[in-house]
T-cell receptor
Framework: EAQVTQNPRYLITVTGKKLTVTCSQN?????MSWYRQDPGLGLRQIYY???????DKGDVPEGYKVSRKEKRNFPLILESPSPNQTSLYFC????????????FGPGTRLTVT | AQRVTQPEKLLSVFKGAPVELKCNYS??????LFWYVQYSRQRLQLLLR??SRESIKGFTADLNKGETSFHLKKPFAQEEDSAMYYC????????????FGTGTKLQVIP
């Protein structure tokens, strides 16, 4: 079964202090994605990656960076976090078999003060 | 551009009553459409997808291309159905940008 892990699960930081949220998968899935979830706004895709070294913007990429140097990892980088990036972040992968079903990680709750 | 609209933020129904969660989409090509569910303090999980035409936990959804809708239905609501429901769209073929709706909270009243 596909598993997605995120670290840390909770993070409180200050404005401007660079941070990275890691995402790892236990299978060899090609597609990985990052979302933020905010009350009243649902899930919004930040970035996605279709394979190693292939990334593309989602709906809300501003203020975020990603990298995909190896298949199993897809870290989300906030170079200079701001309070409006306080949110619940989910990493997801798409399973195999052309069902396009996404498997979500447990979430990372980020607070930027 | 692709867009998903879920017009209801909250839907309250009595146990045993029928449920219909609305989802409308805008996309110029052929879409892949999904319903995801998020129970309290749990991660999102797939409920169903239009390409499989299956029924999960009594829920069904039919893609209506003429009305660009993908409404989720269940004939008799159960208390355990209370959760957040999200409609999602990705272009046909998958592995591309995914757009979610803003979600509908379903509250089933005992």
């Amino acid at each position: 079964e596909a598993q997605v892990t995120q670290n840390p699960r909770y993070l409180i930081t200050v404005t401007g202090k660079k941070l990275t949220v890691t995402c790892s998968q236990n299978m060899n899935h090609e597609y990985m994605s990052w979302y933020r979830q905010d009350p009243g706004l649902g899930l919004r895709q930040i970035y996605y990656s279709m394979n190693v070294e292939v990334t593309d913007k989602g709906d809300v990429p501003e203020g975020y960076k990603v990298s995909r140097k190896e298949k199993r990892n897809f870290p989300l980088i906030l170079e200079s976090p701001s309070p409006n990036q306080t949110s619940l972040y989910f990493c997801a992968i798409v399973g195999t078999g052309h069902t396009y079903e996404q498997y979500f990680g447990p979430g990372t709750r980020l607070t930027v003060t | 551009a692709q867009r998903v609209t879920q017009p209801e933020k909250l839907l309250s129904v009595f146990k045993g009553a029928p449920v219909e969660l609305k989802c409308n989409y805008s996309y110029s090509g052929s879409p892949e459409l999904f319903w995801y569910v998020q129970y309290s303090r749990q991660r999102l999980q797939l409920l169903l997808r239009h390409i499989s035409r299956e029924s999960i936990k009594g829920f069904t959804a039919d893609l209506n291309k003429g009305e660009t809708s993908f409404h989720l239905k269940k004939p008799f609501a159960q208390e355990e159905d209370s959760a957040m429901y999200y409609c999602a769209l990705t272009p046909y073929g998958g592995y591309q940008k995914v757009t979610f709706g803003t979600g509908t909270k379903l509250q089933v009243i005992p």
